[in-house]
């Protein structure tokens, strides 16, 4: 009877979407470029680098060395000091490289998935480059308002590790030591992180492209049904880089909560994004699911607090520009510089020198 439904679920999706091809083309095709455009301007130059420094620094000694200074966190979180890491990267990182670490380490054998089940609670986070540089500089055009998105991200993070230990229903961090990480040699780690990194950021823009081709669609349904601004919210919820581009026209009493409330909530494609990293890994999204009703709350109230001592001007000037397009620009050379660095420091912590033999002929 399962197999049945699901066959009759997924025939009733797929000649929908082919109606929807085909009597709304042009919304489609508008929501693909929009798709498009954001992969371009916005994911990939904000996370790739990303994703291969992160991929780097889990895998290698330099990434225990540079969470050293934050082992206190394991008693704070109730975690193994090895991995204190993991917190770390995914705060540097974003979506989705805590969920792709905690899963690489979970099919290593270095830790149990009911334990990365609960860390995934507070390991999937936005990145600096999108908040800081995507959202408040592009946006706002305020780089107050991006300290304060990096702020409350990082506040909304440490509380729910906090109460994410409490109770017995959740996991608890594991006291066993873990199985020793092999390092394998510096081209091969770069190779094989860019590999993976490109796989990854193919999943992320795929899902980005899928969601913006639908939007146009969404919206203009939920709009006949709902105020405008409850439809641009439950769009933004849906993928927020849509909800963060609405912001100009959606007419939000804060502008700056809003984009919080999108932003920390991460919006259902990027849980789809979760899914397809953690399969195989035996990882529940449970935890995550549950708890971030509680770390949006927490990001967005925290937000709406430290925005009342923002300036008046910058929401007047965020108000000037509700006719113009938004652009999205998160190009970091804090992450070029920071890649190199990860490349020398490899050169320090890999297990064989990094040196060239050159055998005589």
């Given at each position: 009877?399962?197999?049945?439904?699901?066959?009759?679920?997924?025939?009733?999706?797929?000649?929908?979407?082919?109606?929807?091809?085909?009597?709304?083309?042009?919304?489609?095709?508008?929501?693909?470029?929009?798709?498009?455009?954001?992969?371009?301007?916005?994911?990939?130059?904000?996370?790739?680098?990303?994703?291969?420094?992160?991929?780097?620094?889990?895998?290698?000694?330099?990434?225990?060395?540079?969470?050293?200074?934050?082992?206190?966190?394991?008693?704070?979180?109730?975690?193994?000091?090895?991995?204190?890491?993991?917190?770390?990267?995914?705060?540097?990182?974003?979506?989705?490289?805590?969920?792709?670490?905690?899963?690489?380490?979970?099919?290593?054998?270095?830790?149990?998935?009911?334990?990365?089940?609960?860390?995934?609670?507070?390991?999937?986070?936005?990145?600096?480059?999108?908040?800081?540089?995507?959202v408040g500089i592009s946006i706002f055009h305020s780089?107050?308002?991006?300290?304060?998105?990096?702020?409350?991200?990082?506040?909304?993070?440490?509380?729910?590790?906090?109460?994410?230990?409490?109770?017995?229903?959740?996991?608890?961090?594991?006291?066993?030591?873990?199985?020793?990480?092999?390092?394998?040699?510096?081209?091969?780690?770069?190779?094989?992180?860019?590999?993976?990194?490109?796989?990854?950021?193919?999943?992320?823009?795929?899902?980005?492209?899928?969601?913006?081709?639908?939007?146009?669609?969404?919206?203009?349904?939920?709009?006949?049904?709902?105020?405008?601004?409850?439809?641009?919210?439950?769009?933004?919820?849906?993928?927020?880089?849509?909800?963060?581009?609405?912001?100009?026209?959606?007419?939000?009493?804060?502008?700056?909560?809003?984009?919080?409330?999108?932003?920390?909530?991460?919006?259902?494609?990027?849980?789809?994004?979760?899914?397809?990293?953690?399969?195989?890994?035996?990882?529940?999204?449970?935890?995550?699911?549950?708890?971030?009703?509680?770390?949006?709350?927490?990001?967005?109230?925290?937000?709406?607090?430290?925005?009342?001592?923002?300036?008046?001007?910058?929401?007047?000037?965020?108000?000037?520009?509700?006719?113009t397009e938004t652009v999205f620009s998160a190009i970091?050379?804090?992450?070029?510089?920071?890649?190199?660095?990860?490349?020398?420091?490899?050169?320090?912590?890999?297990?064989?020198?990094?040196?060239?033999?050159?055998?005589?002929?």
């Amino acid at each position: 009877m399962k197999r049945i439904l699901s066959g009759i679920l997924i025939g009733v999706v797929s000649y929908s979407a082919i109606f929807l091809l085909l009597f709304f083309s042009k919304e489609i095709t508008q929501g693909i470029q929009n798709g498009i455009d954001i992969c371009l301007s916005l994911m990939i130059p904000s996370t790739f680098l990303f994703l291969i420094l992160t991929d780097i620094l889990s895998r290698s000694r330099a990434g225990r060395v540079l969470a050293r200074p934050f082992s206190f966190l394991s008693k704070i979180f109730k975690i193994r000091p090895c991995d204190v890491d993991i917190v770390i990267l995914s705060l540097i990182g974003g979506y989705p490289v805590g969920a792709r670490i905690l899963a690489d380490r979970v099919k290593s054998g270095m830790i149990d998935h009911r334990s990365a089940s609960r860390m995934l609670a507070f390991c999937v986070n936005s990145s600096p480059a999108f908040l800081y540089t995507g959202v408040g500089i592009s946006i706002f055009h305020s780089a107050a308002v991006g300290i304060i998105f990096l702020l409350s991200s990082l506040l909304a993070c440490f509380i729910t590790g906090i109460f994410s230990r409490i109770g017995a229903f959740y996991p608890k961090a594991v006291n066993s030591k873990g199985q020793e990480q092999h390092i394998p040699a510096p081209s091969v780690l770069l190779f094989s992180s860019v590999q993976k990194s490109i796989y990854s950021m193919s999943i992320i823009c795929g899902f980005v492209i899928l969601f913006s081709a639908c939007m146009p669609l969404i919206s203009s349904f939920l709009s006949g049904f709902l105020p405008f601004e409850l439809s641009s919210c439950l769009c933004g919820l849906l993928e927020v880089c849509s909800g963060c581009s609405s912001l100009f026209t959606s007419g939000f009493q804060n502008p700056v909560a809003a984009a919080m409330l999108f932003s920390s909530f991460g919006g259902i494609c990027v849980f789809f994004q979760i899914g397809a990293v953690l399969h195989g890994s035996g990882i529940s999204m449970r935890f995550l699911l549950l708890w971030r009703v509680f770390y949006t709350a927490t990001a967005t109230g925290f937000t709406a607090l430290l925005s009342r001592f923002l300036p008046q001007e910058i929401l007047s000037a965020f108000s000037s520009f509700s006719d113009t397009e938004t652009v999205f620009s998160a190009i970091s050379p804090l992450a070029l510089g920071a890649l190199f660095c990860c490349i020398i420091l490899l050169l320090f912590f890999s297990i064989h020198p990094a040196t060239i033999k050159i055998k005589k002929q």
